[in-house]
T-cell receptor, first 116, second 114 residues
Framework: AQSVSQHNHHVILSEAASLELGCNYS??????LFWYVQYPGQHLQLLLK??????LVKGIKGFEAEFIKSKFSFNLRKPSVQWSDTAEYFC??????????????FGAGTRLAVHP | SAVISQKPSRDICQRGTSLTIQCQVD?????MFWYRQQPGQSLTLIAT?????????ESGFVIDKFPISRPNLTFSTLTVSNMSPEDSSIYLC???????????FGEGSRLTVL
């Protein structure tokens, strides 16, 4: 069965620090990969996604993620975080089977707190 | 993008009662899903709501506890039956963007069972 692992449950950074959140998945076939963000009191929003092509994808608000197929990883990065990046971040994987869409599986989430 | 409205946005319920959550989408979508987000945890897929047929439930979720309806391509309901405090959670409706392949989420229904 598919699974998604996020290694960091809580991350605390100061503003301007660099961010990298780890995400690994278990599935050997074709996958679509996503990072979602949930700001305090708000609903989930898509940060970025990877379907195919360039493994380095850029999303909103200066975030990027790199798909490394050999490592089954899709880590999220941002060179310089801001206080407004305080949120919970979820990695999600959709494994593609013949016949159509499969369900989206979420990681446990990483709570990021950025201090001014 | 799809705009998803859920009602109620929050409710406090008594043990043993049932609550139905409604999900309305502003456009026709093929795939609709119901997720649960328990306090401090990630999202867990409850079921896929199938239009005109029975929902497809994930392991650990059953129709008697979480009956789902989807009468058309823009509307679905999830009922949480015979509630217990363990059912206290945020229940989220989501839809698959036809052209984008991403999931869009409603704002969720926060349920507290006393």
């Amino acid at each position: 069965a598919q699974s998604v692992s996020q290694h960091n449950h809580h991350v605390i950074l100061s503003e301007a620090a660099s961010l990298e959140l780890g995400c690994n998945y278990s599935y050997g076939g074709t996958v679509n990969l996503f990072w979602y963000v949930q700001y305090p009191g708000q609903h989930l929003q898509l940060l970025l996604k990877y379907f195919s092509g360039d493994p380095l994808v850029k999303g909103i608000k200066g975030f990027e993620a790199e798909f490394i197929k050999s490592k089954f990883s899709f880590n999220l990065r941002k060179p310089s975080v801001q206080w407004s990046d305080t949120a919970e971040y979820f990695c999600a994987v959709n494994a593609l089977f013949s016949g159509g869409y499969n369900k989206l599986i979420f990681g446990a989430g990483t709570r990021l707190a950025v201090h001014p | 993008s799809a705009v998803i409205s859920q009602k109620p946005s929050r409710d406090i319920c008594q043990r043993g009662t049932s609550l139905t959550i409604q999900c309305q989408v502003d456009s026709q979508v093929t795939m609709m899903f119901w997720y649960r987000q328990q306090p401090g945890q990630s999202l867990t897929l409850i079921a896929t709501a199938n239009q005109g047929s029975e929902a497809t439930y994930e392991s650990g979720f059953v129709i008697d506890k979480f009956p789902i309806s989807r009468p058309n391509l823009t509307f679905s309901t999830l009922t949480v039956s015979n509630m217990s405090p363990e059912d206290s959670s945020i229940y989220l409706c989501s839809v698959l963007g036809i052209n984008t392949g991403e999931l869009f989420f409603g704002e969720g229904s926060r349920l507290t069972v006393l």
